[in-house]
């Protein structure tokens, strides 16, 4: 009988925080600058230059570990990881490793078998490297420092999740609270969040651990997931045939479906890892923890049965609306303008999440500002607008933010319901279709809808459908 | 009138009273590095067209009355591993042989912001790892007392172009001692403060933990009132300290009665020289001539202090001196082939033999499996050797003793055996492991004309005791002990 195994994951997962500034500097961390142009003495590795610890990022980190149920060393220290690479410009990463700020919490996840908690082993902080670009024409490298020493967190998992599906919820849950506290955006693609993969397999019932490896380069969920399944496989594979699992780092291939090995247990670097001289220790008070308690914002869980029950919204859209901080942040901004949150969850629920995926985006992508979303509602409410114009004009809002008042104003697109300048119109088309208004006449009311389509059509979908029925009605009858 | 040997507040003062300008004073810093650089080479580089500009722009300023401070226009000389914003930069390394910083070390702009005038860059061992100033690339520094011998080290070419009359006054860096001993050997005086008490932004680290700046002078008085100048907070180096306390000539009294002055018994035993050691006791006798309570006493740990030390400050420099790759600024190796070779080849080439080797230790110690058994194992040492300073200053508000076991070693004497250097550094390194202040004080002179230093020892901030007992010491000096005899009527 084939054996069953079991599949064994931990994560670390590194998330750029988002303060303004660096870890150890005063230089802008905005994503997108000339190369090498938000950088300074220290992000560079010039000698002589000092780090000095932003407080942001301890609070960033505090924040997290706190929401996920970490202790916080009140007495947490920076260390050196030494190794040698021209990302990194002193050729060691300031990082933590003897005493990491936050240890010991957990995440609650959703599974196929109900709620499990996901241990969290510890959260650290430390500083990102810079970016290498190797030109082939020229045959040399370049290496631009302005990612160098944007702050990081990195949250080691214990080994507690089973499958991919376990590893994606757990993924989700963490995105989500670290979107929350507005510590990050954790775009995957972009690189904002990054997830290692440590995965062994077992033979189902054994508690001892296989070897394990650990799997880089897994840029969205689904390389994850397909990353998880692959070297499931491979692992297993290897066991059946009597092999023994390598300890390796291996990078994913999600174009090929495949990993290859970068590097083994025997080869790794020996770190010479030591607590950094230049920084003093961090000392954390009681005062401090409960203040960065207090200032935690509503998360998820608080905000869901917030809007049920404030706004009357239902459950399954109450998740939706607060899967994303963004989503969240948008429909309570545009409901606080336009008093009407159930015309605002319909908008987002339905016209932008089908937008976002017509065009592949996710919730963090949407940039449009509430106000017009409101100002939106608000014309097709009072009718300035009828239903297919305001789509129209939400899909030019959604791409361009643009401003539904002028919009419309400008391209003349606000309904005709002006009794006289409609009942002209269709006393034309009626007198134009004299076989439909037999039709309509003889009992196929359905005629109707082509004498409609018609007076909207003459009327460049500008009229109000409402009124176009009404003196339509009222001409037949005649 | 004899403007090289005034010391740096004498001439303040007469510049201050117009007696003397602050150009004329920098022209006669040039006219005596001219007259001697080539038998001392107290300087990597000499910057007189800067310098000269820098003496006219700040003359304005007094005359203007924006620069009022004891130290205005007063020439100085700037140990060659602190940055300094246009000018060569090299840590007497070939590494840096090329390196031109974009930026000034805090400590030299609090100088500048004083109205000084900066005559350049002083020799120095490689990366500040030496104690003869013989490690430089640059060649060596010869000790202006008798050129046959080394100034010291690691700031060496401060120390001897204070003594040589190169400059009125220089900044040095003390890591282990290599403020004090190089003044002890060159006749100064030289202090390193408190850790943490000057901003350690821009000096190029050697061991982090235990570096500091600190002036060498022609005395306590000049040393006193330039450290009141760099005894500022800098929130750009976290182990800065805020301190309040920095009014340091206030403790130039000449009054050291009642003053508990303790003498380590431990560093008065084997290796010390006699005559070192009569300096000592010589000391001791006019502090209590004048009123202070003198004892021996048992401060024991001293045999772990070098151990500890070059653990510890080959660790931190070991990945200190990683970022010298090639890659960024700096020495690269002209052939290469793929990144591992050009790292290896330019610091092969680029660093010389007492760096690689503290490099080396340094990763030795570090490295998995050793981390435990000597740098941890050094780290709690360090921890130990403070407690037991903690218990003498219970006790006494100053400890006096040796700086170095004997006087400057002639040259090429002390390179061939490492171990022997290091042992040199038995009475200055547990100062640097315990974070304290201590200074040197010229006090005597042995047979053969080199100048012998003693050395006082203060608490944490406590730096003004020191002050105190080093002034009064001064009171007692026999008047030849004071200058080199190059700046001495008699040695012309």
Redesign the interface.
């Known amino acids: 009988m084939a054996r069953e195994y079991e599949t064994v994951i931990g994560l670390e997962v590194h998330v750029e925080l988002a303060t303004k500034t660096k870890i150890f500097c005063g230089c802008s961390t905005e994503f997108g600058g000339e190369p090498n142009t938000h950088t300074c ?1 220290v992000c ?10 932003n407080k942001q990022v301890v609070e960033y980190a505090m924040a997290v570990g706190l929401a996920a149920n970490c202790q916080i060393h009140q007495k947490c220290k920076f260390d ?1 990881k ?1 190794y ?1 690479y ?1 990302d990194n ?4 990463q300031i990082s933590q490793l003897y005493l990491p700020i936050c240890y010991d919490g957990w995440v609650e996840i959703e599974t196929e078998d109900g709620k499990k908690k996901v241990g969290i082993h510890e959260i650290h902080m430390e500083e990102d490297a810079g970016k290498l670009i190797h030109d082939d024409w020229e045959d040399c490298s370049l ?1 631009d420092y302005n990612r160098s020493g944007v702050p990081l967190i990195e949250i080691v998992s214990e080994p507690d999740m089973r499958s991919a599906q376990e590893v994606i919820a757990y993924l989700d849950k963490l995105r989500t609270i670290i979107q929350y506290l507005g510590a990050s955006d954790c775009k995957l693609q972009e690189g904002s969040m990054r997830a290692d993969v440590n995965l062994s397999v077992r033979e189902k019932g054994s508690d001892m651990f296989g070897t394990r490896t650990e799997m880089k380069n897994l840029n969205s969920f689904k390389a994850i997931a397909r990353a998880i399944e692959g070297e499931r496989e491979r692992q297993i594979d290897l066991l059946e045939d009597g092999q023994a699992v390598v300890q390796e780092t291996r990078r994913w291939d999600d174009n090929k479906e495949c990993s290859y090995p970068m590097r083994s247990k025997e080869d790794a670097q ?1 770190y ?3 607590p950094d ?4 220790p961090v000392l954390i008070s009681d005062e401090w923890i409960d203040d960065i308690k207090s200032r935690q914002p509503e998360l998820r869980t608080e905000k869901l049965e917030r809007y049920k029950k404030e706004f009357d919204i239902p459950q399954y859209d109450a998740e939706i609306l607060t899967s994303s901080k963004k989503l969240a942040d948008i429909f309570e901004a545009s409901a606080a303008i336009c008093k009407k949150p159930k015309k605002v969850s319909n908008w987002l629920m339905g016209e932008a999440l089908r937008l976002l995926k017509e065009h592949n985006q996710e919730p963090e992508d949407l940039s449009f500002s509430p106000e017009n979303l409101a100002k939106l509602i608000q014309l097709a409410d009072g009718g300035t607008i009828n239903n297919k114009v305001a789509k129209e004009v939400f899909e030019k809002i959604y791409s361009e933010n643009i401003d539904p008042e002028q919009y419309v104003e400008e391209h003349g697109l606000k309904s005709v319901s002006d009794e006289g300048a409609l009942r002209s119109v269709i006393e034309e088309i009626v007198a134009a279709n004299p076989q439909s208004v037999e039709d309509y006449k003889g009992g196929k009311k359905k005629a109707i809808g082509f004498l409609v389509g018609q007076t909207m059509k003459a009327m460049k979908g500008k009229a109000d459908p409402g009124a176009v029925n009404k003196i339509l009605q009222e001409v037949l009858e005649k | 009138m004899d403007i090289q040997s005034l010391t740096a507040v004498r001439l303040g003062e007469k510049i201050k009273k117009k007696e003397l300008s602050a150009v004329e004073a920098a022209q006669a810093a040039f006219a005596q590095i001219a007259a001697c650089e080539k038998e001392y080479h107290c300087y990597v580089t000499v910057e007189e067209e800067k310098a000269m500009e820098q003496a006219e722009q700040v003359q304005k300023k007094i005359d203007g009355g924006e620069l009022t401070g004891p130290l205005a226009g007063v020439p100085v000389a700037i140990k060659d ?3 300094t914003k246009g000018t060569l ?1 090299t ?1 007497s390394s070939r590494i ?1 042989g090329n ?1 031109v ?3 000034t ?1 805090e400590a030299v702009k609090c100088l500048e912001q004083a109205g000084a005038v900066i005559l350049g860059k002083t020799n120095m061992d490689e990366f500040a790892m030496g104690s003869t100033t013989e490690t430089s690339y640059y060649g060596v520094t010869r000790n202006p007392w008798n050129p046959q011998h080394v100034p010291g080290g690691s700031s060496g070419g401060s120390s001897a172009a204070v003594a040589a009359g190169e400059c009125f006054y220089a900044l040095g860096s003390d890591t282990g001692g290599s403020i004090r001993q190089p003044s002890s050997f060159c006749g100064v005086t030289g202090m390193k403060p408190t850790y943490g008490t000057i901003s ?6 050697y ?3 235990l570096d500091q700046i600190g002036p060498v002078a022609k005395d306590v008085a000049d040393c006193a009132a330039i450290l009141e100048v760099l005894a500022v907070h800098d ?5 800065s300290v805020k301190r309040e306390d920095t009014d340091f000539t206030s403790a130039l009294t000449g009054d050291v009665k009642g003053m508990k002055v303790g003498i380590p018994r431990d560093y008065l035993g084997e290796g010390l020289d006699s005559q070192v050691k009569e300096a000592v006791l010589k000391a001791a006798r006019s502090l209590e001539s004048q009123g202070a309570q003198v004892e021996e006493f048992d401060l024991s740990l001293v045999e772990y202090a070098i151990p500890a030390y070059y653990v510890i400050a080959s ?2 420099a ?2 200190n001196l ?4 090639g ?3 700096g020495y690269r190796t002209e052939d290469y082939e793929g ?1 591992h070779n050009m ?1 290896k080849k330019t610091r092969s080439e680029g660093f010389g033999e007492e760096v690689k080797r503290r490099i080396m230790l340094g ?1 030795f110690v ?3 499996g050793y ?1 435990d058994a000597y ?1 941890l194992k050094a780290l709690r040492t360090k921890a130990l050797i403070k407690q037991a300073f903690d218990k003498a200053f219970e006790k006494y508000d100053v400890i006096l003793g040796p700086t170095a076991p004997s006087t400057a070693p002639k040259l090429g004497e002390s390179l061939e055996d490492p171990l022997k250097m290091y042992l040199g550094d038995i009475y200055t390194v547990s100062v640097n492991l315990a974070g304290l202040p201590a200074m040197s004080v010229p006090y005597g002179i042995d047979s053969q004309g080199l100048p012998i230093g003693v050395q006082l020892i203060g608490d944490s901030f406590q730096e003004k005791k020191i002050f105190r007992a080093g002034y009064g010491l001064e009171q007692t000096r026999e008047d030849q002990d004071r200058l080199a005899p190059v700046l001495r009527k008699e040695g012309r």
């Open positions: 003495p560079t590795g010039m000698p002589g230059s000092l780090p000095v610890l050196r030494n040698f021209p410009p002193q050729n060691y290496v020996d010479r890892y030591f001289p230049d920084l003093v | 591993n602190m940055c930069t840590c840096l390196f910083p974009t930026y070390a350690r932004y821009g000096l190029i680290a061991g982090s933990s929130p750009k180096d976290s182990t660790a931190e070991s990945s990683s970022r010298f790759d890659i960024k600024y990144l790292y990763s570090l490295s998995s981390y740098y």
